[in-house]
């Protein structure tokens, strides 16, 4: 075996196990050593029945007292049942679906099980226990890791592979100078790669963990650092007008002090000869719009156009209609691009684009359409980043690359008509999604953060409360009573159809909006949205709900960003306990938009501690930044927003929320050897920005 040994080829894989690898992003035997575990479970210790600790994870010696029994209870169900002992007390196993057990269960045999011993009356009981022969155990008697799987891959298999893998292969080679390791205390990376697998003990795995978690923040410090240095040697337009007092004037409402705080950081940035990239996050309703509307002002008053970009259509068309009623008294006309346009209204756009007649439109991913193209594009905004990839971002703004207006003062155009290679336009990207200043430094690393942290004066708190299913008809007969007021109700479901793994527990969004309408809600006029529905269908459901032709939307997550619907009072949200915190608090924005009170009923049975806990906090507060910073501790950094779309690497072993203060330490060491080699260019620092180049593989060219 060497590290490019396809894993189809390894025993006991074969193609089908192979494609459920690959779907891990495994696919040769040198991958597997640098798939990390998420978590550990302690085996060291093995029990007898009676001394197991009751409700915990562990390990149990016993032999078979009988042979496996199988029963058919309905169909989809069977259950097999043995009962073993240990000499002194005995305890019933049960396994549901795993008939292969009567084969692999012997009467007189010994095994090692580990699972959870709970009590039924005073008999001790497992269900669904691991199992291992006791004369040969492999998985009991160490300190064992979890992987990140797929369906049909086990851990045992993968557990397997790795430790095969960690044998036969060489050690990966060292990739931290040695002066940098003794500097911090760090352990080589020989004893590191088996220890963050199969740690003999606790201290092993955390210098493992240690070491991998300072790597991973030292290579992103450095390249983020390097984006950044890079940023700020490119070109740019450079705003003549910068003075806002006009702006605020043309408005009907006063800006809070977020707003304004946030719209004079991003008006200094334009001021200089250097491509604003600024991030502006706050919370469902702070105001961000209007922050956008100052800048595209900015713009146009300084001769530059502007374009913005949201995810969706009806987005789209809700931004274009806010932002012209916020510039029309200014004279500033806001266009729009969309798709589903007729192609003769499309044509009229991009021909005002071109001769730079139209200063500003608002669009989908239409914008990146090989036919569009501008007269001076100077500022581009992006809604909800996390919804677009790097490349559709840099797409938009590529387009600043051909202006057909010669140089003019305050603006760094040359030749005739033509830009400096390195020109590109102001980026302001909003987010509506909060998330703590250090994940923010991660997701959003070469963009500067402005925080809207404060909502416009009259806005009424979304009141949130959790049920189960007791409080059912209660919450349908709530239902009725908003509509009878003439308000709109979102109800939410996790699941499009029935999950054949048998998740039946889950609302399917199909069946249970057909049983509404026909069976619950006869009377009122129930639509349906979900993500596996062609765009049009899409945005005539949301199109008929923003209209108030439908009164109960029910929907997959599909609505969690945007839409403005002030006449929706009630959100439900199915199965609640399925969702991070962070989308919970997305989805719960939807309402709370109008002047009325409004109601987000969180529905769950789960009754784990836990899990009851994590949801009060939904109930508690509606500060965004409070929420992600709970749902960033009870998760990790991980995948903050579902799909890893922002172009930077994401973190195998480093946690944010426990990992400050190596952070800062791999921080200070990426700046210490910058100031030193701003370029690295030094022969002994090139591997460093190969690697730097490898974990940014998104977008390497930035590196160049």
């Not at 226990?129 to 891959?153: D, K, S």
């Not at 998330?435 to 708190?461: H, N």
């Not at 889950?506 to 062609?534: C, I, N, Q, S």
Request: proline share 6%; net charge neutral.
């Amino acid at each position: 075996m060497d590290v490019t040994t396809p894993l189809r080829e390894l025993p006991g894989v074969g193609e089908a196990r192979a494609k459920g690898l690959e779907k891990l992003g495994l696919r040769t035997a040198g991958d597997l050593v640098g798939y990390f575990p998420r978590s550990y479970e302690d085996r060291r210790q093995v029990y007898a029945i009676a001394e197991a600790p009751v409700g915990e994870l562990c390990c149990v010696r016993v032999m078979a007292a009988e042979e496996p029994r199988r029963m058919h209870i309905r169909r989809g169900l069977d259950v097999t049942r043995l009962k073993v002992v240990d000499g002194t007390s005995a305890m019933l196993v049960t396994f549901f679906n795993q008939g292969y057990v009567r084969q692999a269960l012997h009467r007189g045999e010994e095994y090692i099980l580990y699972g959870r011993v709970e009590l039924m009356g005073n008999h001790r009981q497992m269900t669904n226990p691991q199992f291992e022969e006791a004369g040969r155990p492999w998985a009991c008697g160490r300190i064992m890791p979890v992987y990140p799987l797929t369906a049909g891959i086990t851990n045992h298999l993968l557990a397997g592979l790795v430790e095969r893998a960690l044998h036969e292969l060489p050690p990966p080679a060292e990739t931290l100078p040695g002066d940098l390791r003794a500097r911090h205390g760090l352990a080589p990376a020989a004893d590191c790669w088996r220890s963050i697998h199969f740690p003999p003990d606790e201290d092993a795995l955390n210098a493992a963990r240690r070491r991998f978690a300072f790597e991973e923040l030292f290579y992103l410090s450095l390249g983020l650092a390097l984006l950044r240095e890079r940023r700020s040697r490119g070109q740019g337009p450079a705003f003549g007008e910068t003075a806002l007092e006009d702006f605020y004037k043309l408005l009907p409402f006063a800006l809070t002090g977020a707003q304004r705080r946030a719209l004079e950081e991003a008006a200094a940035d334009l001021a200089v000869a250097r491509p604003m990239n600024r991030l502006v996050q706050g919370d469902v309703g702070s105001g961000k719009t209007a922050v956008a509307a100052g800048c595209a002002w900015l713009a146009v008053r300084s001769g530059w156009q502007c374009a913005m970009m949201a995810p969706t259509e009806i987005l789209a068309e809700q931004h274009a209609r806010t932002l012209s009623a916020m510039l029309a008294p200014a004279g500033i006309e806001v266009g729009l691009l969309t798709g589903s346009m007729k192609v003769s209204e499309k044509r009229k756009v991009l021909a005002a684009l071109e001769s730079g007649a139209l200063p500003f439109v608002v669009g989908t991913h239409a914008l990146l359409s090989q036919g569009v193209a501008f007269r001076r594009l100077g500022l581009v905004i992006t809604d909800e980043q996390h919804r677009f990839g790097v490349e559709q971002r840099a797409a938009l703004a590529a387009k600043a690359n051909t202006p057909k207006d010669p140089p003019q003062a305050g603006c760094r155009l040359c030749g005739e008509g033509g830009v400096e290679e390195d020109f590109s336009p102001n980026v302001l990207v909003m987010s509506a999604t909060p998330i703590p200043r250090t994940l923010a430094l991660i997701i959003y690393g070469d963009l500067d953060v402005s925080v809207i942290d404060e909502l416009p004066p009259g806005r009424v708190p979304v009141k949130t409360v959790l049920v189960g299913e007791s409080k059912r008809q209660r919450m349908y007969g709530f239902v009725r009573d908003q509509v009878r007021e003439g308000r709109q109700v979102y109800i939410v479901c996790p699941a499009v159809e029935e999950n054949p793994e048998g998740a039946w527990d889950l609302k399917a969004v199909t069946e249970y909006a057909r049983t509404l309408g026909e069976e619950v809600f006869p009377e009122l006029r129930v639509g349906l949205v979900h993500g596996r529905m062609k765009a049009r269908e899409k945005e005539a459901a949301m199109a008929a709900f923003t209209a108030g032709e439908t009164d109960i939307l029910v929907s997959t997550t599909v609505i969690e960003v945007g839409v403005d619907v002030p006449n929706a009072s009630l959100i439900i949200i199915e199965n609640a306990d399925r969702y991070g915190l962070s989308q919970l608090h997305q989805l719960r924005g939807r309402v709370g938009r109008g002047q009325h009170q409004s109601w987000c009923v969180l529905v769950s049975d789960n009754r784990s501690p836990d899990t009851r806990a994590r949801l009060k906090v939904l109930t508690q507060t509606n500060d965004g930044f409070r929420i992600a910073e709970e749902d960033l501790k009870l998760r990790g950094p991980g995948d903050f927003f579902g799909a890893r779309q922002h172009g930077l690497p994401a973190l195998r072993v480093a946690d944010l929320n426990t990992d400050t203060r190596v952070l800062k330490e791999a921080q200070e060491a990426a700046a210490g050897l910058l100031a030193e080699d701003p370029d690295l260019s030094r022969p002994e620092h090139r591997p460093l920005l190969e690697k730097v180049r490898r974990l940014f593989a998104e977008d390497p060219d930035r590196f160049n």
